[in-house]
């Protein structure tokens, strides 16, 4: 491909200026770019005078049933001399981790815990290898010490 440009000064004036090209050679290259990404804007499901539903309860803490022997994985045992409000409050955390049904005892209610603490626990299990097969989800939600233990009314 060739292109020319031919300037001449035939004149005597030095204004007029001839510029000439060759039909068949070309500088210029077609190029081709790649159309603008599209985006769609999600388009919501609720018609008009229709509310989208609200937003699932916050999750609540747990109660141990009453007069119920099981197994539950024993997250921390606050000392009652520290108050349940401290208790509670760890109990919620654990919750807002994703922690599933977690909960605060008293453990003077119960025969098998020593008494004088406040126990958080999670879950209600029948035996203690269903408890002993949650201790894991207890370590990937940072606790470390969760352990499974009995507690009897």
């Known amino acids: 491909m060739v292109s020319a440009i031919w300037l001449a000064d035939r004149s005597s004036s030095a204004n007029e200026t001839v510029v000439a090209t060759s039909p068949a050679a070309s500088s210029v290259r077609a190029t081709t770019t790649a159309p603008e990404p599209t985006t769609t804007t999600p388009t919501s499901t609720t018609t008009a005078g229709r509310k989208p539903p609200p937003p699932p309860p916050p999750p609540t803490l747990a109660s141990w049933p009453p007069a119920k022997s099981g197994w539950t994985i ?38 098998s815990l ?35 233990r009995r507690i009897i009314p």
């Not at 919750?95 to 025969?111: A, N, W």
């Not at 029948?126 to 606790?143: L, M, P, R």
């Open 74 to 111: 024993i997250l921390d045992s606050v000392p009652s001399v520290n108050g349940r409000a401290a208790a509670l409050a760890e109990a919620k955390q654990a919750l807002h981790v994703g922690m599933k049904h977690v909960g605060v005892i008293d453990s003077s209610q119960f025969s």
């Open 114 to 148: 020593h008494p004088g603490y406040y126990v958080v626990f999670a879950g209600i299990y029948d035996t203690e290898a269903g408890a002993q097969s949650h201790v894991i989800d207890a370590h990937q939600h940072g606790y470390r010490g969760p352990y499974p």
